[in-house]
C-alpha cells in the first residue's frame, strides 16, 4: 500500500510539473507574439558609437531629451504636413534626407532649414548596391547630397556633419562595406547615428493605435530618445499620430531638441 500511495504521489507532482511546465510555455508564447508586431523589427542597440562619445555625458542624465529624426524625404505627401504638425507643437526635429529627392523638392527642404530643423545626410539614392559600390561611389553619395542640400538652402559651403546608413548601420545588410567604409566618413567630418526607438512605420501596415504604442514600447526606461520615424507613406504614414507621439513624449516629461545640438552650422 506505502508503494502505491508513493507511486502515485510521484506521478501527481510529475503531472504538476508538466502541468506547470506547459502554462509557462504558453504564457511564453504568449508574451512573444502579443510583441511581435511591436518589437520584431526593434534593435537594442541605442546610439551607433561614432556619435555615442559626442552625447554619452547627456544620455547619462536624468533630463528627459528626445530627438525626432525624419528619415526619406522630402515628400510632396506627407513632409509639409509634418511640417505644420511641428510648427504647431513649436518641436525642432532633424530631417535625414534623400539627395535625389532634394533635388526634386528643393522647396520643402528650405521650408524646413528655415523653420529651425536639422538636415541631415541620408545618402543620394538609398540604394546600397550603388552606395557600397566603391569607395569613390560612398564619398560621392554624401558629397552629391550635401550639394543637394547645399542648392536648397542657398549654401555652397553646406555639410550636414550627420550620416545615417539606409537601413542603418546596425544592420547586417552590407555590414562589412559600411565598418570598412567608416574611416572615410571621419575624414569628411562626418558622424553617423542610428536609433534607440522607432514606431516601425516602415515595417508594416500598422494603424495609429499600433505605431503610437510601438513608440512607447522601445521609448520606455530611457532618458534620451533618438526616435526614427519616415516622412513618405510608403507602408504606414507617421503624420497621423505624429501629433499623438509628441503629446505623450511631453507628458511623460521630454523636452525636444535637434542635432543643432552638437553641430553648429
Not at 575624414?187 to 514606431?199: H, K, S
Not at 508594416?204 to 534620451?224: A, H
Request: charged letters at 25%; one cysteine or more.
Amino acid at each position: 500500500m506505502k508503494i502505491i500511495l508513493f507511486i502515485k504521489s510521484n506521478i501527481l507532482k510529475s503531472l504538476l510539473c508538466f502541468t506547470l511546465l506547459i502554462v509557462s510555455f504558453i504564457i511564453l508564447l504568449k508574451n512573444v507574439f502579443s510583441n511581435y508586431f511591436i518589437m520584431q523589427p526593434v534593435y537594442s542597440k541605442a546610439i551607433s558609437n561614432n556619435l555615442l562619445d559626442t552625447i554619452s555625458e547627456l544620455a547619462k542624465e536624468d533630463e528627459k531629451i528626445a530627438y525626432l529624426t525624419f528619415d526619406d524625404g522630402p515628400t510632396t505627401s506627407i513632409t509639409p504636413k509634418i511640417l505644420t504638425i511641428l510648427k504647431e507643437e513649436n518641436v525642432k526635429a532633424t530631417f535625414f534626407v534623400i539627395g535625389k529627392l532634394v533635388e526634386a523638392h528643393p522647396e520643402i527642404v528650405k521650408m524646413a532649414y528655415e523653420e529651425g530643423h536639422y538636415i541631415a545626410n541620408h545618402s543620394y539614392s538609398h540604394n546600397n548596391s550603388i552606395l557600397y559600390k566603391s569607395k569613390d561611389n560612398f564619398i560621392n553619395e554624401i558629397k552629391k547630397t550635401d550639394i543637394a542640400i547645399g542648392n536648397a538652402i542657398d549654401d555652397d559651403e553646406y555639410c550636414s556633419h550627420v550620416f545615417r546608413f539606409p537601413n542603418g548601420f546596425m544592420s547586417t545588410l552590407y555590414k562589412t562595406q559600411k565598418e570598412n567604409y567608416l574611416p572615410l566618413l571621419k575624414e569628411m567630418d562626418y558622424f553617423y547615428i542610428d536609433w534607440n526607438c522607432l514606431n516601425n512605420d516602415s515595417m508594416g501596415k500598422y494603424s495609429n493605435y499600433q505605431l503610437l504604442e510601438n513608440m512607447k514600447q522601445t521609448s520606455k526606461g530611457k532618458n534620451t530618445l533618438v526616435i526614427l520615424m519616415h516622412d513618405t507613406k510608403d507602408v504606414s504614414d507617421s503624420s497621423f499620430v505624429l501629433k499623438d507621439s509628441i503629446e505623450y513624449l511631453k507628458a511623460q516629461g521630454y523636452i525636444f531638441k535637434n542635432f543643432y545640438e552638437f553641430i553648429d552650422n
